[in-house]
């Protein structure tokens, strides 16, 4: 069974940081691309950061350049999601997506919420 579980989330205050993770099962893990997606409130659901199968390779949306930082440990069949510098506006709930054989799969989501 093809299975994403996030955790790491939490109340932090502005300026602080916060490690999300992802584990992955169900799959073979170093086979494909894995993502960071986030939605606040009353908004869609955007990408936030992205890694190639070996972590060779990342993107990152504009708003988090500079201070969120995606890893993976393929042996762990884990991703990572560091986000230092954390402002108010990054609250919101964060999710682990893949695409598994074109049929997009998302774990529950863990929140983040920045507030002094």
């Known amino acids: 069974q093809v299975q994403l579980v996030e955790s790491g989330g939490g109340l932090v205050q502005p300026g602080g940081s916060l490690r999300l993770s992802c584990l992955a099962s169900?799959?073979?893990?170093?086979?494909?691309?894995m993502n960071w997606y986030r939605q606040a409130p009353g908004k869609e659901r955007e990408l936030v950061a992205l890694i190639s199968s070996f972590g060779g390779s990342t993107n990152y949306a504009d708003s988090v350049k500079g201070r969120f930082t995606i890893s993976r440990d393929n042996a762990k069949n884990t991703v990572y999601l560091q986000m230092n510098s954390l402002k108010t506006e990054d609250t919101a709930v964060y999710y682990c997506?893949?695409?598994?054989?074109?049929?997009?799969?998302w774990g529950q989501g863990t929140q983040v919420t920045v507030s002094s």
């Open positions: 169900g799959f073979t893990f170093n086979l494909y691309i």
């Open positions: 997506n893949a695409k598994i054989k074109q049929i997009p799969v």
